[in-house]
């Protein structure tokens, strides 16, 4: 870690989890449903960036609105 530089981890209303070691799943939200393609495409960017790979066929969407 030491090697790494910035902010690990979520912040979540006023909550911020850093033991993310060993995620290997995410829950992204978006308000606006024309912005989840947008979206998904900064996190696969994101996680590119730390040798993690985006697994399109396993990934769902849910409208919970």
């Known amino acids: ?20 070691d060993y995620a290997d799943d995410a829950v992204l939200f978006a308000q606006d449903p024309g ?6 495409k900064r996190f696969d960017d ?10 399109w066929e396993k990934t769902k969407l849910q409208n919970i609105g």
């Open 1 to 20: 870690m030491s090697r790494c530089s910035g902010n690990f981890g979520i912040t979540l209303g006023g909550a911020v989890f850093t033991d993310l």
């Open 35 to 40: 912005r989840w393609q947008a979206e998904l």
């Open 46 to 55: 994101a996680a590119t960036t730390m040798g993690l790979h985006t697994s």
